[in-house]
């Protein structure tokens, strides 16, 4: 009787699981994912891809992380962060402009799509790591799959952080380049 008890509960849990709709992740990543500014001063554009395999995804909103915005940072958010032609720009309260809405609303997208391309501008030189992510239970963050549903649905996932890199001025490479060449000759 115990048996039949545990056979018939695995099987009611197993079938709920079933019913449930599962939910795939999404990989998003940086195409620059090691980019380069020429010289403090200099730009580069950095995209931002996301691949969404499973769902079909009506809305996304993301943070983005500049670990030492001393090197690099995006001088205006509001000019140079331009959200993918797939998607309306949706204004999110954090402030960073990193947000996109299925516009006009649909069943959503799958596949590859560019969400946002940023444009980076050298401050001084060295490197930054740039991370995007999304805080649990912020509804305006992370990736929608239905927002009619209550509480709305939303899709786990996996990002690749990327760099910027700030090259030094040709200028500065030339007097190193000869400091050198001043320490061989005093040798």
Known sequence: MRCRKMTCTLLAVAAALAASPAWGAVTVW?????????????????EIWANFAEEAIVGWGLDLNIDYP??????????DVTIGPDWSAATAPDGDYLAGLH???????????????LEFTGVAEGMTPIALSYTDGDLTEGFAVDPDYIPPIFDDATFTPGTVTVLPE??????????????LRRR
Not at 31 to 44: H, K, Y
Not at 170 to 183: C, E, F, N, T
């Open 30 to 46: 940086f195409d620059l994912q090691d980019s380069e500014i020429s010289a403090p001063g200099g730009t580069t554009s950095v």
């Open 70 to 79: 001393g090197i690099a940072h995006i001088a205006d958010y509001a000019t």
């Open 103 to 117: 516009y006009p609303p649909g069943p959503g997208y799958l596949g590859d799509h560019l969400l946002a391309t």
């Open 170 to 183: 040709p200028g500065s490479l030339a007097l190193l380049a000869l400091g050198g060449l001043a320490l």
